[in-house]
Structure formats: structure tokens, C-alpha cells
């Protein structure tokens, strides 16, 4: 028996045997003198070739884990048109004489080099992408047309790392997990298996060297454990925690949020795309507390138009009938770049020309989008909702524009609704600033992923500061808590649309702390409706009173796990 630890990436447990997948290694021969137009030719019909594919491929997607996901694959479709990949393959044919797949071979194996070799964790992950593309090119080049693994047993997978594309054509009828030796919570393979629940540990280091073909492993995703060839004792507790996790939620689709003493808390959902309604749906959310409009204007090559966004925003709203539906406006920069959107350079993009920051830098855009929206205002309850607000000038410029653009709609005739408006609170400036900040709008949403990384500066995306990121830590708890007493004093209302808002072990504290609304994605809402249902609200005060107090994140966690 062996542990081998990793981090967590996908939650549950598996029990099933090992199947080891070996990185491919093809040997590739150089052709010299070759006809360059037939090899160009041949790369050509190769591209066309993997573009059909990926793009079924986004539709399987789609189908199996939401648009947002898809996101990956459609980025796939643009790197097959980068000049500085693709376009350089073919350059290389050119001046070489060579033949195509030794030219795409060093091209990939190049870019792979550089981007390996960069400090951010997002282009680290660029890496895996380019391979990704590469090898779907070069299948059709060489023929080598796979159908993919045949499995006949449950099995779980380990290797050292999977591109999207293989963690997605994995027979889900046997696959019961994934081991990597490489990868953290944000990298794609992890995105992946969480959308297709598959338990997954990452990150390991050394699994792949450390276990064989057909040995019995027990996958904790949640605790990010593997152990190898357990014993009969461990099988059956795990198999007995496995038992209890299988929870049906279903009863809680159609409830109310309330607490024991009759406290009702509105939950919400977050969403990427309209596809992602049926969802919302039927998981019973209230609400919509967050769409990112971003994914709207990411994987493909140019902006989408007035009409297309508008037609998106209006299903969502029709969706939601007249229940509130938020809706972010663009939140580009970041880990969110869009391709097609003129690049400056930045140092330090998570401090950069960001959200509210790109917008008021390029009004057409933004004017473009809150016309989409107030055109949608007329078929539901709209909200819009600001994002990376710093400062009071940014909150009031954005409604200037606003105003500007609901003129400009009123005199072309239009029909808009009744608007609410509201910004994130995701900067430690607008937590100090909120009681001048409140008197612009109508309700806050605090977005603690931002929160938290600008709070204790410590990259959200960056493994090495990983230990700093810490939700429950006081100094996060005071800032929630003084940004919820403002809007009350107000008679307003706070949300909390970040990842905290969906973890029940800290769903007591935040309830005592007095947050109004918790936006979640679609699966969480049932759970988090019971976790509410079993709660006092005075009990949750006076748990968050202590939790103030204390000094440490680790303290407010024990803290949590007494009660
Ligand atoms: C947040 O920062 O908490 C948030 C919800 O926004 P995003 O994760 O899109 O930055
Ligand atoms: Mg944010």
C-alpha cells in the first residue's frame, strides 16, 4: 500500500484500477527538397481537417458541460488561424523545402518551449493548447487517425498531463478518474473534470512513475489522496464515505432558502452563456447573481455585434421570466484576454487596463453592450452590475455613459424596462469607499475571488502564494461584513457572487455576517437551499462575532468545524 498526494481538483472518491496512458512519441523524418506546394497543400487539408473536428468537438462539449467550457476548444479554431503558429509552419516549408509534418513538429515543439519557459501560470497552460492543436493536425497528416481508448471495465486514468481534447473523448461510461503528475485547480484537465464531475487528483508529481497497469487505486478527490493497492479496511471505508455523498438534492429544486428561525436568503446562479439555462432551471436558482458577458466576446475573431448580444441578454432575461437577472458588463483583462481586441502590453495584467477600466478606455465597446442590454431591459428585471470598481469617479462616469446611451434609445424609439444598478465590490478601495459608493446604486455584489487576491496580494492564479489566498481570514470577514452593515444602513441590499458563496463550510459565516443573496453555479443551489434550511440565524451572528475576533484563517477554520 502506498499515499501518494496531490491537489485536489475534481471532488468524490473513485475505487477502480489503473490504466497508464504513454505519451506518444512518433518519430518524425525530415524531408528535404520537397514540393513545397504540395506540402502546403497537405498542411492545409490537415487544418481543415482538425477545425471540423474541434468544432463537433464543441458541440459535444456544449452538450456534456456548458458553453463556457467550450471556450477551450473554440480558442483551438483561432490558434489554427494564428499567422504565428500555423502561418509559421507554413513559412517554414517555404524557406526549408521541408515536408509538413517535421515543420509542424518544430513550430508546436518551439512555441511549446516559450510559452513553458514563461512565469504565468496562463500561458504554462497555452502550452498544453498548442500541443493539443499540433496533434490534431499532425493526426491527419500522418494518417494516424485514432478512435481514441476502448475501455470494457471502470478504470481510472493516470498519465503525466491530458489535453482537453483527450480528458473530453474519454469514455465516460468507464472512466472514474484522472491522476496527473502535472497541473493545479485552474488548469484546463481540472476545469474539464469538474465540469464532467470526474474525481480527479493533480499535480502529484510523481503518480505516473509510482503505479502500474491494473493496480487498485482509491482516488479522494476531495482531499486530493491516491492510494495504491488499499487494504480490504480502507476499500470499505471509502466505499461507506463514497455511500453518504450520494445525496439527492432534488426535494430542495423548488424551495426557498430559509432559515430555522424564518431568515430568507435569495440564491442565485452565476452563468458564462444563455446555454447554460435549462440548468439554471432546474436546479431552482432565483435568480441570475452574475452572468459574465465576457465568454460572450471570447473564442472567436471579432466583436459580437449589438443584435447578437442582444438576443442573448433578452433569452436570458425571458428565461428568468420576471425573476432579477444581473448582468455583468464586460470584464476583460486579466486571465480573460480577447484576441482580436488591440494589445497593450502590461507588466501586470490582474492591475492593468481591466473590467470598468478597458470600458471607460473604449467607449464604443461599452456603449455598444449597455445598448444590447437596455434594449433586453424591456423583456424581464434587469440589473446591470459593474465590474473592478476602484473608484467613485470610475462608478459615476459609467452611469454617465449609461445615461447617454438610454437617451440615445429613447430618441430612436425603443421600449426599455426598469433598470437596477449595481458594482462588484472586488478592490480593497471600494470595500473603505462603500458608504460613498452605495449612494450610486442599488445593491453590491462582492466578488471574492477578486477580494481576496487584491486584498492579500496573492495572485488567484499562482500555486506558490496559494497558502496566502485565504478566504476566512479576518481581514477578508471585516470587509464583508463592513460592506453589508453599509448597504443596510441604506436599506439596500449585498450579494456574494464569488467562490466562497458556494463552499457550506463557511455558509454559517457568511448568513451571520448578514449577506442578502449567495450566487452560485447551477449545481450548488439545492445544496446550498438545505445547508440554509438547517441554520439559525442568530446562532450564525453569533458565530461570526467570534470568527471577527480571531486572528488567523486557520483559526475562523476551526472555528467553523466546532459548530
Ligand atoms: C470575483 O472576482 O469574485 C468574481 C465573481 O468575478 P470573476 O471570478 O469573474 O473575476
Ligand atoms: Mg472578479
Known sequence: MKVINGIPASGG???????????????????????????????????????????????????????????????????????????????????????????????????????????SQVFKERAIDVKDVSDRVMKYLTNSIDEGYQFTDDVIIV??????????????????????????????????????????????????????????????????????????????????????????????????????????????????????????????????????????????NTFPSEDEQFSIYKSVLEAMNESTVIIRTLDIGGDKQLPYLKEIPEENPFLGLRAIRLCLNEVGLFKTQLRALLRASAFGNLKIMFPMITV???????????????????????????????????????????????????????????????????????ENVSYLYQPSNPAILMMIKKVIDITHNHNKWTGICGEIASDLEMTPLLIGLGVDELSVISSSVPKLKKRIGNLDSKECQKLSQQALNLSSSNEVIDLLKRF
Open 159 to 300: 498519465t503525466n498531463d491530458l489535453t482537453p481534447s483527450e480528458s473530453i473523448r474519454m469514455d465516460k461510461k468507464y472512466v472514474r478518474g484522472f491522476i496527473l503528475n502535472v497541473g493545479g485547480k485552474t488548469s484546463h484537465a481540472a476545469i474539464l473534470a469538474r465540469a464532467l464531475e470526474i474525481p480527479s487528483v493533480v499535480g502529484t508529481k510523481v503518480a505516473f512513475d509510482e503505479v502500474e497497469d491494473g493496480d487498485l487505486v482509491i482516488l479522494d478527490g476531495d482531499e486530493g489522496i491516491v492510494i495504491v493497492n488499499p487494504n480490504e479496511e480502507q476499500i470499505e471505508k471509502y466505499r461507506k464515505l463514497k455511500e453518504n455523498k450520494k445525496e439527492d438534492f432534488s426535494e430542495f429544486f423548488n424551495k426557498e432558502a430559509i432559515t430555522l428561525d424564518k431568515k430568507k436568503i435569495k440564491i442565485y446562479a452565476n452563468i458564462a452563456s444563455n446555454e447554460e439555462m435549462n440548468n439554471v432551471l432546474k436546479n431552482g436558482a432565483e435568480g441570475i447573481g452574475l452572468f459574465r458577458t465576457e465568454f460572450i466576446f471570447m473564442g472567436r
Open 13 to 119: 472518491i473513485s475505487i477502480a484500477k489503473i490504466f497508464k496512458i504513454f505519451p506518444k512519441n512518433l518519430e518524425l523524418v525530415k524531408v528535404n527538397n520537397c514540393d513545397v506546394d504540395l506540402e502546403s497543400e497537405r498542411l492545409k487539408d490537415a487544418v481543415l481537417n482538425a477545425k471540423v473536428e474541434i468544432l463537433e468537438i464543441v458541440e459535444d462539449v456544449i452538450a456534456k458541460a456548458g458553453e463556457a467550457k467550450a471556450m477551450i476548444f473554440r480558442a483551438h479554431i483561432l490558434m489554427l488561424e494564428d499567422p504565428e503558429f500555423i502561418g509559421e509552419v507554413y513559412s517554414l516549408i517555404e524557406s526549408e523545402n521541408i515536408n509538413a509534418e517535421f515543420a509542424l513538429d518544430v513550430v508546436s515543439k518551439n512555441l511549446i518551449r516559450i510559452f513553458e519557459g514563461l512565469d
Open 392 to 462: 467613485v469617479e470610475e462608478m459615476t462616469e459609467a452611469k454617465k455613459v449609461l445615461e447617454e446611451v438610454k437617451s440615445e434609445l429613447i430618441k430612436e424609439g425603443f421600449n426599455l424596462g426598469e433598470i437596477g444598478v449595481g458594482i462588484m465590490i472586488e478592490t480593497p478601495s471600494s470595500v473603505m469607499l462603500a458608504d460613498k459608493l452605495i449612494k450610486h446604486v442599488d445593491f453590491f455584489s462582492i466578488g471574492t475571488n477578486d477580494l481576496v487576491q487584491y486584498t492579500m496580494a496573492a495572485d488567484r492564479m499562482n
